[in-house]
């Protein structure tokens, strides 16, 4: 395996957050760091059966199309997905969302 640099920019926000995680190298990009503290709603997710970067990319992309969503950001070592939102999140929309990536969500992390 490789170490892959990647840089991954959120819509909702201006900066980008750089990493450095191990990757299978097919599409080169990896974990994003954690959103920053002091937004209205955070939730944490464990999701199994995420690899690469390409499973953050996919469980990124859909997760983000969940009304509210501003930041997702994936730890692809543990599997948990740290999600920030301005509206309330029902876990079924995120359940579903992990579904169509093509990954199972185990639960909530968070209370």
Do not use: N
């Not at 740290?82 to 309330?88: A, E, Q």
């Not at 929309?93 to 969500?105: K, M, P, R, S, T």
Request: with cysteine; aromatic share 2%.
């Amino acid at each position: 395996m490789s170490e892959t640099t990647v840089t991954v920019e959120s819509p909702a926000a201006e900066t980008a957050a750089e990493t450095t995680a191990s990757c299978c190298g097919s599409c080169g990009t990896g974990a994003t760091e954690a959103p920053a503290a002091g937004t209205a709603g955070r939730a944490v997710f464990q999701v199994k059966g995420m690899t690469c970067g390409h499973c953050v990319t996919s469980v990124t992309a859909e997760l983000r199309k969940i009304d509210g969503i501003t930041d997702v950001a994936v730890d692809l070592a543990t599997g948990k997905v740290t999600i920030d939102s301005t509206l309330p999140l029902a876990d079924e929309a995120v359940a579903a969302a992990i579904d169509e990536a093509g990954y199972d969500l185990v639960g909530r992390l968070d209370g």
